[in-house]
């Protein structure tokens, strides 16, 4: 059956950021003239947002604005960019910030190994001194790596935005007042994104936190993620921001599925009613995972679609592609954001 899904303004904008978030993501070195990759993907992100409807004012002129970042992070040893985010103002109501974060580098391996497919080990939540939630919630390893990069290894350079402040030293220099802190991403960014923003969450109204007045609204938009942690994680989430989250997945996506035994079961046949199933291989693959995963569930959701199978995409990995990285941005009608940053000069070396 065909479910759709509600379109709003607030979606529009933080899937339109979410997938703008993969601007330079291939970018091995800067483009010519720049000091470092984050000001040249700084240049793409300010060249794009100006131009895209959804970040736009009734006078279609820039509604946003980049005030932290942006900045990217590289595993040690490697070449390729492993994480990226970057928080934005709007202008017309500037007590309104969103945190984008960036997906998965689909050229980076190790990016997909260490924060994509870690999921047989989980760490233990932390939670702050005095917090506490039943049972014990745990997140993947995946998720932890990723959590990690985004809280202690990224801080803005000198001539960008935010320079020299973390990302939980800058929101909480704008926690001083009341102030909506939304948190976005697509892919694996959809299940970082919720792990950060359930951490900036817990961290409100504690003497150490970044917001120790509680002033600030933390909410979450999360697009085509996989599970984040187990079921108690799920639970302690819901109880802190599941009235202030909005978990977006497509039923036909593959990645959402993951990693829930019950759900994973339903992926070698996603796609059999226009004929397309898993291979051999890919299922041998899959049943072995399924057997080795344990006690994993998605936070709560009430915005789930389904997007119409492409005829024209015949392999089981080539509807997969389809379903993950368009069907968001089309089910929301608004551009891509790819059209636009990719003819930002030399965006694709």
Known sequence: MHKTIQITHARQTAVTLAYLAYAGEKLKKPLPGD??????????????IPKLSALQNTQQQADWRVVWGPVSYTFEFTKLQDNMLYVVQSISKPSEYIVAIRG??????????????RVLEKEKWKLPAGNTAQGTPKISKATDIGLDALLNK??????????????DKFLS?????????????????????????????QSQSVPSGWDPQGKATVKVISFAGAT?????????????????CQRLHNMNDVVPHGWGKHTLKQLPDLY????????????LVLDII??????????Q?????????????????????VQHRDSYISALEVENPSKVFDTYPGSKK
């Open 154 to 167: 990224m801080t803005p350079a000198s001539d960008m935005p935010g320079a020299g402040l973390s990302l």
């Open 228 to 244: 984040a942690g187990n079921s108690d994680f799920a639970n302690y989430f819901n109880q802190e921001l599941g009235e202030h």
């Open 104 to 117: 998965t580098n689909g050229t980076a391996i190790w990016d997909w190994i260490e924060e994509d497919f």
């Open 173 to 201: 220099s704008i926690a001083d007042q009341a102030v909506d802190v939304t948190f976005t991403g697509h892919s694996l960014a959809g299940a970082l994104c919720e792990a950060l923003g359930l951490w900036f969450r």
């Open 35 to 48: 000091q470092s990759i984050d000001e040249s993907i700084a240049k793409i992100i300010n060249y794009t």
């Open 272 to 283: 059999s009613s226009i004929g397309i199933y898993m291979g051999e291989k890919l299922t």
């Open 301 to 321: 959701t009430p915005s789930a679609f389904t997007w119409p199978l492409d005829p024209k995409q015949k392999s089981y990995m080539g509807q997969a592609a």
């Open 290 to 299: 399924t057997a080795l995963v344990h006690d994993y569930q998605q936070v």
